[in-house]
């Protein structure tokens, strides 16, 4: 049983007419995959206050009274129910999605000493692994190599940075993207799907560094051209 003590305010995220599905959340979970280490923990993120252990959200039926707005109904409804599981850091180790109170999907999270993802496995609702993913991190915690197994073939994705941070390669099976720069501005982003497609975009800029022009070459020919509304990179 999951103790209520442990469960925070609920927020009503939207109002539906009638017959419609109203969610009522305790919190929203916090993205789990990010490219750098982050001040605040998952927890924090979401504004959860305190040890707070685990979140349960739950979904409700709403039903409109003649105009006295939405009346929450006792009955919960069988989709949509959520909980997430939090360590003594604050980092999730676990959520589970739940239909008709039977999981669904969940996944384990596992973290390093700085609080990044180091392994992620996801399950159905008969436990079986869906995705297993470990990841690699520089010393700056940006993710530098995920490595995935998907119905049981082994795949990877590299990335790697400049001196200042910037993303400059991308590769994820056979899809591969490099990206150079002037500054802090992205001038030109090429990808490369297997050995048949190859796009290059260029950026192009104004003297006050707003984009203003994005060219895309498909296989070395132009395959698309657009301007851009004038605003800041």
């Not at 305010?9 to 305790?26: A, D, E, P, V």
């Not at 504004?47 to 349960?56: D, F």
């Not at 590299?158 to 001196?163: G, T």
Request: net charge neutral; charged share 25%; glycine share 6%.
């Amino acid at each position: 049983m999951i103790s209520f003590i442990d469960m925070v305010t609920i927020f009503i995220l939207s109002y539906m007419k009638i017959n419609k599905i109203i969610l009522l959340f305790i919190a929203l979970f916090a993205i789990l995959s990010c490219d750098k280490v982050e001040n605040k923990s998952a927890r924090e993120s979401v504004g959860l206050k305190g040890a707070v252990k685990n979140v349960l959200s739950i979904n409700y039926e709403a039903i409109d009274r003649f105009g006295e707005g939405d009346i929450i109904t006792k009955k919960p409804f069988p989709y949509g129910s959520n909980l997430i599981v939090y360590d003594s850091s604050g980092n999730i180790i676990n959520e589970r999605d739940f239909v008709f109170k039977k999981i669904n999907l969940s996944s384990e999270i596992t973290h390093n000493d700085k609080g990044l993802i180091s392994e992620y496995i996801s399950y159905d609702n008969k436990e079986n692994i869906l995705s297993h993913k470990l990841y690699e991190y520089n010393d700056k915690g940006d993710i530098t190599k995920v490595n995935y197994v998907n119905d049981g073939v082994t795949l990877y994705t590299d990335i790697r940075y400049n001196e200042y941070g910037q993303k400059i390669y991308f590769k994820k099976d056979d899809c591969t993207s490099t990206y150079k720069y002037d500054g802090n501005k992205l001038v030109e982003m090429s990808e490369k799907y297997g050995w048949c497609y190859n796009y290059v975009t260029t950026y192009i800029y104004d003297k006050a560094n707003n984009l203003i022009e994005e060219r895309i070459q498909k296989n070395n020919k132009i395959e698309k051209w657009k301007g851009v509304k004038t605003r800041n990179w």
